[in-house]
């Protein structure tokens, strides 16, 4: 029975090890996550829209958008890094609230699917933009508000 039980601890020792050493060795993803003080260079209210907007972002953009923002290659246009999103900030802001048809082009590459109006309120629109406006790296020194949201007209 001695030897039963030895053996059996032995066995058990040795998968532990294999198992630890298993999970060591997985690559580390190419995605490299950096926070940013937030508070520290933006106001509390910019903030506060900019953690509503990660829900929302969450909720309705994420599927297409995926979490890190790049999008979908050849068929949703990445916002990390998007020359489109901050050069056409008007446009982006149309884009949410009312949907998007046909070809875009972001950062040199060409877009051609649907985006469908997300039925979201002006604030939540504001929230989300400021949201995707602050994060993977992009960064913007002018804040959307509700009342530049509800400017934008069909």
């Not at 900030?89 to 109006?117: D, F, H, Q, W």
């Not at 933009?129 to 993977?136: G, H, L, Q, V």
Request: with cysteine; charged share 25%.
């Amino acid at each position: 029975m001695k030897k039963y039980l030895k053996r059996f601890f032995i066995i058990e020792i040795t998968i532990l090890i294999i198992s630890i050493s298993l999970v060591a060795q997985q690559e580390k993803p190419d995605i490299e996550y950096v926070l940013y003080p937030v508070s520290k260079i933006q106001d509390a209210k910019l903030s506060e829209s900019i953690a509503r907007g990660n829900e929302i972002y969450t909720d309705f953009c994420m599927q297409c958008h995926l979490p890190d923002g790049k999008g979908s290659p050849n068929v949703f246009p990445p916002l990390a890094g998007s020359d489109w999103l901050v050069n056409k900030r008007k446009e982006s802001i149309y884009s949410i609230k009312y949907g998007l048809n046909g070809p875009i082009k972001v950062n040199g590459k060409t877009y051609n699917s649907a985006m469908t109006s997300l039925g979201l309120e002006d604030e939540e629109i504001a929230d989300v933009m400021n949201y995707i406006m602050n994060s993977w790296g992009n960064t913007q020194k002018k804040m959307v508000t509700v009342e530049e949201v509800g400017k934008v007209e069909k």
